[in-house]
């Protein structure tokens, strides 16, 4: 059987998303049960929006990468206490970063737990539960096609004049070869609400992914 390749699509429309910065922390928590994991999960949600939550591994050792919405870090506190009356095991984290990762990997591998896939950035390649910037790719109908999400450093690092000529550097500094995109016209996009340019192509330029 062939394998299935998905079809090359025209990419109409960029554009592009900067996530409010926010301070960021990692929970680790022996759980002793499936039960236990799900309350987990129920706790975190239960604090959503004012905290954004990625699950890291889950088994005998859970773990969350978590990102506040605004300054108030004693939601991070009573988080930290809610957990310490209830399991026996917890490690709260102040930053999420590749050590901190790297722990989370070796406990996981070491407790037999499950290491949760998480999106990377699409520059570095690093683990990146909370992009800084987000690039979206739509169709002529403005249906999303894909994204790529890019860490704050590759994004400090990736700067511009303007807002077109970041996204041309981020897309250019890309692991996914999006180099075609300095040879068609980008034109900004009406839309107030968000941020996003309308790509002009010409027979000899097109902007496909694949
Ligand atoms: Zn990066």
């Keep these: 059987m062939p ?4 079809p090359t699509r025209f990419v109409r429309q960029i554009s592009i998303e900067q996530q409010p910065k926010g301070l960021r922390a990692v929970y680790l928590v022996e759980a002793g049960s499936d039960r236990d994991e799900r309350e987990l999960a129920r706790l975190f949600e239960q604090f959503q929006p004012l905290l954004e939550s990625v699950e890291l591994c889950s088994g005998k050792l859970v773990a969350y990468a978590v990102k506040l919405q605004g300054d108030d870090q004693s939601i991070l506190d009573e988080i930290e206490e809610m957990l310490r009356a209830n399991y ?3 490690i709260l984290h102040r930053s999420f970063d590749q050590l901190i990762y790297d722990i989370v990997r070796e406990l996981c591998k070491d ?4 290491l949760t896939p998480v999106p990377r ?3 570095c390649r690093r683990a990146e539960p909370f992009p800084d910037v987000t690039v979206g ?8 096609i894909s994204a790529r999400g890019y860490c704050a450093t590759c994004a400090a690092e990736s700067g511009g004049q303007s807002n077109k000529e970041f996204v041309i550097s981020l897309l250019q500094a890309d692991r ?7 040879n068609v016209r980008l034109v900004r ?4 609400k968000k941020l996003a340019f309308r790509i002009e192509s010409d027979a000899g330029h097109q902007f496909m992914i694949g």
């Design 3 to 6: 394998r299935q390749v998905a």
């Design 88 to 90: 026996a095991f917890v």
């Design 111 to 114: 407790s037999g737990s499950r």
């Design 121 to 123: 950035c699409d520059i």
């Design 137 to 144: 790719f739509a169709d002529s109908r403005g249906e999303r």
């Design 176 to 182: 996914g070869k999006f180099d075609e995109v300095r």
């Design 189 to 192: 996009s009406r839309s107030k």
